[in-house]
C-alpha cells in the first residue's frame, strides 16, 4: 500500500542519492507481494478455486469469512459515532453542519434517481426478462428466502423515518444500526458543541478514542485476506457457477450498467471538481479489495473516511457525510432493484407502463432507505417495493434469488463509489475541498498531513504488514514517507507518524 494516506510529513529535501531514488514528489512504491490488496485479491482466486472445486471445502470456510466480517463490524458503529461527534463538536458554527447535512441529502436523492433511470432504461432496452413465462403462482420459495420476504412485505415506505429514533442509547452499537448511530452522533455532537469549554475533555477524549479504535482497525486489517478468502470460498461453495451462469445475462447487464453509471455520471461529477476518477479508485484499491472479497462496503467504512481526509476533505464532512451515504446514499443498490422489479415484471407477464414505472421509481426512493444496514437488505427493499406498489407479484423475487449473492458484490462496490464521490462534491459545494491536494494524493504524491489529523488518523490502517511495507523492493534506502530524506537520518529528526502523536 501507499503510505501516502497514514504518513506524517516527510523530511526536508535534501541533495543527494537518496532523493534521486525517491523520485522527487512522488511516493515511493513498496513492492508488489507486500500489499495488502495484492494479498486480498490472490485470497479472493484463491477462494474462487476452492469453492468451485471442492464445494464442501468451501461451505466449510463460511465460519473464517463471516468472523472477520463480523470483527471488522464490531467497529463500525464506534468509529461512526466518535467522527461525528468529533467533527460537529470541534466546529464554531453549528448552522454549517445543518447546511452540510442537507446539502449531502439532497444530492443523494438526485444521484439515487439518476442510478435508477440507468436502471429502468438498460432492463427497457434489453428485456431480458421476455420469453421466460414463469407463473408466480407456482413458484416454490425457500424457507431462507421466505423470512426475507416476509420481512418486506412488512416493510412500510415511511418506516425508515421513524426508525431512526432508537428504544434505547446501547440498541443501535449492538445491533449495528448505522442510521440510529449517526442520529444519536448528532445529537450528542450538538449537545457537546453547546457545551463550550466544559465539554472540551469530553471533546478530547472522543478525539483520543477515535485514535484508539482506527488503530484496533489496523490489527484486524492483517487479517483481511483470510477474512477474504473465507467468504469468497463460501459464497462460491453454496450457491455454484451454476448459478452464474444460468442467469449470466441478468449478472452481466447489470454489471455493465453499473460500470456506466460510475464511469458517465460519477466520472462527469469528478470531471466537474477537475478530479478524475480512475486515480480515485486506483487510490482506493485496497478499499476496493476488500469489499470485492466480503460482498459488504461496510469493512471499508474506516478505510474511506481516513483516506478522504487525508485527500483534503475536512474532517467535520467526512465524518457526516460518509456514514450518512451509507444509508441514504446507495447507487448501486438502486441500479439493482430498478432492475430486478422491471425484471421480474418482464418475465411474470406484467405489462407496466411509463407512468407506472416512474411510480416504481418514487416508491423505491423510499424503501431503499427502510432496509439500510439489514442483512439482506437489497432483497428486502425490494420485496418492500413490490409489496407496496402491488402490481408485480412479490413471489417473483424467487426468480432471483440464487445470484443475488453474485450481485451484492458490485452493489457494494458502486455504492462505495458513489459515497467518495458524493463527500467530494459536498466539500467542494461547502467550499472546503482542496482540489489540488486531493489530485496530487489521488496521484500517488507524497503530501503534508491535514491539520490537525494527527490525532484522529491511525499508522497503517490498511497495511498487511507495517514494518514490510516501509521497505521498498530496493532495500531500506527508499523507505516510505515516514523515513523520506537521506537514508542516514536521524530516527530522532522525522516527524512521528499520526498514531504516534496519539
Not at 56 to 62: K, L, Q, R, S, Y
Amino acid at each position: 500500500m501507499e503510505h501516502i494516506t497514514t504518513a506524517g510529513p516527510a523530511s526536508p529535501a535534501q541533495p543527494g542519492p537518496a532523493k534521486k531514488q525517491s523520485g522527487g514528489n512522488a511516493a515511493p512504491k513498496t513492492c508488489w507481494y507486500r500489499q495488502l490488496y495484492f494479498w486480498v485479491l490472490t485470497a479472493i482466486v484463491c477462494g474462487i478455486l476452492v469453492g468451485w472445486l471442492a464445494p464442501a471445502v468451501g461451505i466449510a470456510m463460511e465460519p473464517i469469512g463471516t468472523t472477520f466480517v463480523n470483527s471488522m463490524k464490531m467497529l463500525i458503529g464506534p468509529i461512526v459515532f466518535l467522527t461525528i461527534v468529533g467533527g460537529i463538536a470541534s466546529v464554531a458554527d453549528l448552522k454549517k453542519v445543518g447546511m452540510t447535512g442537507l446539502k449531502a441529502l439532497t444530492y443523494f436523492q438526485v444521484g439515487t434517481i439518476f442510478a435508477m433511470v440507468f436502471g429502468l432504461v438498460a432492463i427497457n432496452l434489453f428485456r431480458l426478462g421476455d420469453g421466460v413465462n414463469a407463473d408466480a403462482d407456482s413458484i416454490q420459495t425457500s424457507a431462507s428466502a421466505a423470512k426475507l420476504i416476509d420481512a418486506g412485505q412488512n416493510q412500510e415506505w415511511w418506516q425508515f423515518l421513524t426508525h431512526i429514533i432508537p428504544n434505547s442509547i446501547a440498541g443501535p452499537f449492538v445491533e449495528g444500526d448505522i442510521l440510529q448511530i449517526i442520529f444519536i452522533a448528532v445529537v450528542f455532537g450538538i449537545a457537546l458543541n453547546a457545551m463550550g469549554k466544559v465539554g472540551a475533555p469530553v471533546l478530547d477524549g472522543v478525539q483520543r478514542l477515535t485514535g484508539v479504535m482506527f488503530k484496533i482497525l489496523g490489527f484486524i486489517m492483517k487479517a483481511a485476506p483470510i477474512g477474504a478468502f473465507g467468504a469468497m470460498a463460501y459464497a462460491v461453495g453454496k450457491f455454484g457457477v451454476s448459478s452464474l451462469t444460468s442467469m449470466g445475462g441478468l449478472i452481466a447487464l447489470f454489471y455493465v450498467t453499473s460500470i456506466l453509471f460510475v464511469v458517465i455520471v460519477l466520472g462527469s461529477v469528478m470531471a466537474f471538481l477537475k478530479l478524475n476518477i480512475f486515480t480515485m479508485i486506483r487510490h482506493l484499491k485496497e478499499e476496493y479489495m476488500l469489499i470485492l472479497g466480503t460482498s459488504t462496503a461496510e469493512p471499508a467504512l474506516p478505510g474511506l473516511m481516513r483516506k478522504l481526509e487525508h485527500a483534503g476533505v475536512k474532517k467535520e464532512t467526512v465524518g457526516l457525510v460518509v456514514p450518512t451515504g451509507y444509508s441514504f446514499n446507495l447507487d448501486g443498490a438502486a441500479i439493482y432493484l430498478s432492475l430486478a422489479a422491471l425484471y421480474i415484471a418482464q418475465a411474470t407477464n406484467t405489462d407496466l407502463t411509463i407512468g407506472q414505472q416512474l411510480g416504481l421509481l418514487a416508491v423505491m426512493l423510499l424503501t431503499s432507505k427502510g432496509a439500510a444496514g439489514v442483512a439482506g437488505g437489497g432483497f428486502i427493499a425490494l420485496t418492500a417495493t413490490l409489496t407496496t406498489l402491488g402490481t408485480i407479484p412479490a413471489a417473483g423475487i424467487m426468480l432471483i434469488f440464487g445470484i443475488d449473492k453474485f450481485m451484492s458484490e458490485c452493489r457494494a462496490l458502486v455504492n462505495f463509489t458513489g459515497n467518495a464521490v458524493a463527500t467530494l462534491f459536498i466539500a467542494w459545494w461547502d467550499r472546503t475541498l482542496d482540489a489540488d491536494r486531493a489530485r496530487r494524493v489521488f496521484a500517488g504524491e507524497t503530501v503534508e498531513p491535514m491539520p490537525g489529523a494527527e490525532q484522529t488518523q491511525p499508522d497503517g490502517a490498511t497495511d498487511l504488514d507495517d514494518e514490510l511495507s516501509e521497505i521498498s523492493c530496493n532495500g531500506p534506502e527508499e523507505a516510505g514517507p515516514r523515513h523520506a530524506g537521506p537514508a542516514d537520518s536521524p530516527a530522532k529528526d522525522r516527524t512521528p507518524a499520526y498514531s504516534e502523536t496519539v
